[in-house]
T-cell receptor
């Protein structure tokens, strides 16, 4: 079945530690996105990538890093510089927007819940 | 940054009742999307709207893209217990279609009493 797979489902981080969240999709989508969700709030964009080997900062990129070496993978690293990392992290993908107004909707994985030890 | 104002924040209704929620903004949007999220899972797309005035149904769900392009509503008719969850609106600003970036509302938490 085609879809977006996030792993692990739950992750714990120690002080000063970097952790990496995995996101893999087999939908052949060009664009991928990382969001952070806090209780009672909407989703906030961390980073996004429209094509392999290219990515842009979203609204809350500080303390996070990403890579896009393969079309199907977009891992997110939560660095020790992120002082409040406890949240639910969601990965999404969509068909490339291209230069025309295609407005393709984003589809989401099931998320990773990150907590601090 | 840009914001979407989604209301109500939460609803507690009786099974069988109809539900209405909406999102508004001071900005113009090219696309409106409605998602539902259940606990511990990612949002699932319910309805996508692409034209001002567009009215689209998906079973008991109906959503509309406002004429002014600054708002959208979602209605659920004859609610059932499995409608429980958080409903999010998301919009794509005019001029941002080449990036695919979405702006999300704060969500409406729906609880249904059997």
């Amino acid at each position: 079945d085609g879809g977006i797979t996030q792993s692990p489902k739950y992750l714990f981080r120690k002080e000063g530690q970097n952790v990496t969240l995995s996101c893999e999709q087999n939908l052949n989508h060009d664009a991928m996105y990382w969001y952070r969700q806090d209780p009672g709030q909407g989703l906030r964009l961390i980073y996004y990538s429209q094509i392999v080997n290219d990515f842009q900062k979203g609204d809350i990129a500080e303390g996070y890093s990403v890579s896009r070496e393969k079309k199907e993978s977009f891992p997110l690293t939560v660095t020790s510089a992120q002082k409040n990392p406890t949240a639910f992290y969601l990965c999404a993908s969509s068909i490339s927007q291209g230069r025309r107004n295609s407005n393709q909707p984003q589809h989401f994985g099931d998320g990773t819940r990150l907590s601090i030890l | 940054g840009q914001q979407l104002n989604q209301s109500p924040q939460s609803m507690f209704i009786q099974e069988g009742e109809d539900v209405s929620m909406n999102c508004t903004s001071s900005s113009i949007f090219n696309t409106w999307l409605w998602y539902k999220q259940e606990p511990g899972e990612g949002p699932v797309l319910l309805i996508a709207l692409y034209k001002a005035g567009e009215l689209t149904s998906n079973g008991r769900l109906t959503a509309q893209f406002g004429i002014t392009r600054k708002d959208s509503f979602l209605n659920i008719s004859a609610s059932i217990p499995s409608d429980v969850g958080i409903y999010f609106c998301a919009g794509q600003l005019r001029g941002s279609s080449n990036t695919g970036k979405l702006i999300f509302g704060q969500g409406t938490t729906l609880q249904v009493k059997p």
